[in-house]
């Protein structure tokens, strides 16, 4: 079994930080890319930035410039952090991973709990 624990966010007021964290755990033999997503109110779920194994990050070609992206791999964790929050910014934010569990298959997608940030004042 392998489950992804994500902490941090809450309320943000607009121009503020947010910092998420999110780590894995159970049988684990490698991660390949980990990545986060978000998901507003009625909207469908939007790619905000992913990294490699090799530490390389990918951004959403959204305007999303406000986030970067890292990861520790001792820890099986990824973080996101943002600065100058906006309200639209408001959203359920999800990790997710690649994560090997056996020799024997091709990494599988697992996702985290999801946290909910709200940027208001």
């Known amino acids: 079994q392998v489950q992804l624990a994500q902490a941090g966010g809450g309320m943000v007021e607009p121009g503020g930080s947010l910092r998420l964290s999110c780590v894995a755990s159970?049988?684990?033999?490698?991660?390949?890319?980990m990545k986060w997503y978000r998901q507003a109110p009625g909207e469908e779920r939007e790619f905000v930035a992913g990294i490699t194994r090799g530490l390389t990050p990918s951004f959403s070609d959204s305007g999303l410039e406000r986030f970067t992206i890292s990861r520790v791999n001792a820890k099986n964790a990824v973080y996101l952090h943002g600065d100058g929050l906006k309200p639209e910014d408001t959203a359920v934010y999800y990790c997710?991973?690649?994560?090997?569990?056996?020799?024997?298959?091709?990494?599988?997608?697992?996702w985290g709990q999801g946290t909910q940030v709200t940027v208001s004042s």
């Open positions: 159970g049988t684990i033999l490698s991660i390949e890319d």
């Open positions: 997710s991973a690649n994560i090997v569990t056996t020799p024997y298959e091709t990494s599988r997608t697992f």
